[in-house]
């Protein structure tokens, strides 16, 4: 079978996915101004809750990784600095957080959670990794992960603890060969350290370079000693759109999967590289942005996919939402317009799920510049042996037990337990912008609707959608009773009040009076209609 064909066979099978989520994730906050938002991935799992792909996927919520963990690849001394350092004991760590690059004089800010956070996004990117080499999923998703910036003793580019190495190491215990590929803006500099000199891993990153952050990533970067030519930069300007970007990552993936064949990829699809994003400078559209995802699954490897940079919450819970949607082969099913949900009025004006690239925004990346490197790539990976080999060795034991793992993780999942602490959103999470969304009123937007599952908090729909479907409930009933649990205009999941017009509350209250009430009619008069029908059946 020629490799076209077995893409196109791979494109079309039907994939398992596990997708690993914890409701707290959205509730940290990095500090007033800080441009990184963990809301957004709150954002981003209410859209893929309204598009019902909970349904479609396996949903898990991930342990949170030990200090052992996190020293596979971090040192000692920074793992137990994080774990110690708080907004309340930072007078105590002056000293080491100058070595460890945290604090108020740099881009990682300490916050309270910090540990915990970290701990928790790692260690959804290890129970991926463990998912895949026991060929229990064929995609795994983390949006929470991605921290590329991170290094083995300090924290860089709003990054603590680098995920993304520690699964890679996972990886390597059942893989000979894993394949990095970073689509983020920003340069994957902590990851292609991490690896720099070893041939079973290689990086591969698309991304701004020049007077940019983190100022790493030409394309004479290729790595040294064993690892020689098996880092792959590709050094970009302003302005890539969907053509440039999808006419240089076909024929360097392509090229990489020939010549390195890797066992697993993990992918970094940071979203600060669409349109519109506050940090970044690409003009790509999620169709652009989901072509590179699309085209690596094509491939039939199990992928790993981790989120990274972001700083537009709105739309990195489109780009996320869109590219779930194509692991699951879904994605030409989700409409374009956004189904109600608890945050729809963010994704004002136009509730649109795909973004339209700025017209007015310049690409300085020509033709015959993005032929140019991909040339110079191209020629640099024919270099490479054929495929690296590994040396028969005894393999490590998992950090954990998967099946008792996946046990766990189901029985963690269980909504009517929650084990964590809820606070108010801080007023500053939002942008001015998004803060006068979140709490504009619903006039120009259509009611909810009683039979939408996303209208409760995150973690009651996705029980009480298994509770239905085990008890062979009808969803739209189970949905009804879910919606009239909760009113969206009285503050968001985490329990923060909005501030609501009250004219525009009680217009509110009526309505939803109004709709409870139709709705308990249709119900009752349904129940009459099915009654009727089963009593004119009997004999």
Same mark, same amino acid.
Request: charged residues 15%; aromatic residues 14%.
């Given at each position: 079978?020629?490799?076209?064909?077995?893409?196109?066979? $791979?494109?079309?099978?039907?994939?398992?996915?596990?997708?690993?989520?914890?409701? =707290? &994730?959205?509730? !940290?906050? !990095? /500090?007033?101004?800080?441009?990184m938002k963990p809301h957004r991935l709150k954002l981003t799992h209410h859209l893929l809750l309204t598009y019902g792909m909970f349904r479609k996927m396996e949903v898990l919520r991930p342990h949170d990784a030990t200090a052992e963990d996190l020293?596979?690849?971090?040192? *000692?001394e920074y793992v137990d600095f994080l774990r110690r350092i708080s907004p309340d004991t930072e007078q105590e760590f002056e000293k080491q957080m100058t070595r460890f690059n945290v604090g108020p004089y740099s881009d990682c800010p300490i916050f309270d959670g910090l540990y915990n956070f970290m701990s928790s996004c790692s260690g959804a990117s290890l129970d991926a990794a463990i998912k895949v080499n026991h060929g229990q999923a064929d995609v795994c998703?983390?949006?929470?992960?991605? #921290?590329? *910036?991170?290094?083995?003793? @300090?924290?860089?580019?709003?990054? !603590?603890?680098? +995920?993304?190495?520690?699964?890679?190491? @996972? #990886?390597?215990?059942?893989?000979?060969?894993?394949?990095?590929?970073?689509? +983020?803006?920003? *340069? /994957?500099?902590?990851? =292609?350290?991490?690896?720099?000199?070893?041939?079973?891993?290689?990086?591969?990153?698309?991304?701004?370079?020049?007077?940019?952050f983190p100022g790493s990533g030409a394309y004479t970067d290729t790595g040294a000693r064993n690892g020689k030519n098996y880092a792959v930069n590709f050094p970009l300007k302003d302005g890539l759109d969907d053509?440039?970007?999808?006419?240089?990552?076909?024929?360097?993936?392509?090229?990489?999967?020939? *010549?390195?064949?890797?066992?697993?990829?993990?992918?970094?699809?940071g979203a600060d590289s669409i349109t519109g994003d506050r940090l970044g400078c690409w003009n790509l559209s999620l169709h652009g942005h989901g072509y590179a995802v699309e085209y690596v699954k094509s491939f039939g490897l199990p992928v790993i996919l981790l989120g990274g940079g972001g700083y537009t919450p709105r739309n990195v819970a489109r780009c996320w939402a869109y590219e779930t949607g194509i692991a699951l082969g879904k994605q030409d099913e989700m409409q374009n317009?956004?189904?109600?949900?608890?945050?729809?009025? !963010?994704? /004002?004006?136009?509730? &649109? #799920?795909? #973004?339209?690239?700025?017209?007015?925004?310049?690409?300085?990346?020509?033709?015959?510049?993005l032929d140019k490197y991909t040339n110079i790539i191209l020629e640099n990976l024919s270099q490479l042996e054929a495929v690296p080999s590994v040396q028969f060795q005894d393999r490590p034991n998992d950090f954990s037990n998967p099946d008792e793992r996946a046990k766990i993780a189901l029985d963690e999942a269980d909504p009517d337990a929650p084990s964590y602490v809820q606070r108010p959103d801080h007023p500053a999470e939002y942008y001015e912008d998004d803060a006068h969304q979140d709490r504009s009123s619903s006039s120009s937007s259509a009611a909810p609707s009683a039979a939408n599952p996303a209208e409760s908090d995150d973690v009651k729909a996705e029980a009480d959608t298994k509770k239905s479907e085990s008890n062979g409930v009808d969803d739209a009933a189970a949905s009804s009773e879910m919606g009239s649990r909760k009113s969206y205009k009285k503050g968001t999941e985490c329990g923060g009040l909005m501030e609501v017009d009250p004219e525009v509350a009680a217009e509110d %209250?009526? $309505? $939803?009076?109004?709709?409870?009430?139709? %709705?308990? $009619?249709? %119900?009752? =008069?349904?129940?009459? +209609?099915?009654?009727?029908?089963?009593?004119?059946?009997l004999p």
């Open positions: 079978m020629s490799a076209s064909a077995s893409q196109s066979t $791979a494109a079309q099978r039907k994939s398992r996915v596990a997708y690993f989520y914890k409701p =707290e &994730f959205g509730s !940290y906050y !990095y /500090g007033p101004s800080h441009p020293e596979r690849f971090h040192t *000692h998703i983390n949006w929470s992960g991605g #921290l590329h *910036h991170a290094k083995k003793g @300090e924290a860089s580019g709003f990054c !603590y603890i680098n +995920d993304i190495v520690l699964s890679i190491v @996972e #990886l390597l215990k059942y893989h000979p060969r894993v394949l990095y590929i970073d689509i +983020d803006i920003h *340069h /994957g500099d902590g990851v =292609e350290e991490a690896f720099y000199t070893t041939n079973r891993v290689m990086t591969c990153s698309f991304h701004k370079y020049g007077d940019f053509a440039g970007f999808e006419s240089i990552f076909k024929p360097v993936i392509s090229s990489i999967m020939a *010549h390195f064949q890797p066992g697993a990829v993990v992918m970094c699809c317009d956004i189904p109600w949900n608890q945050y729809h009025n !963010y994704f /004002g004006p136009n509730h &649109f #799920l795909h #973004l339209t690239p700025d017209p007015q925004m310049k690409n300085a990346n020509s033709r015959a510049y %209250a009526a $309505a $939803a009076a109004t709709t409870a009430d139709t %709705a308990a $009619a249709d %119900a009752k =008069e349904s129940k009459a +209609d099915a009654s009727s029908s089963s009593s004119s059946t």
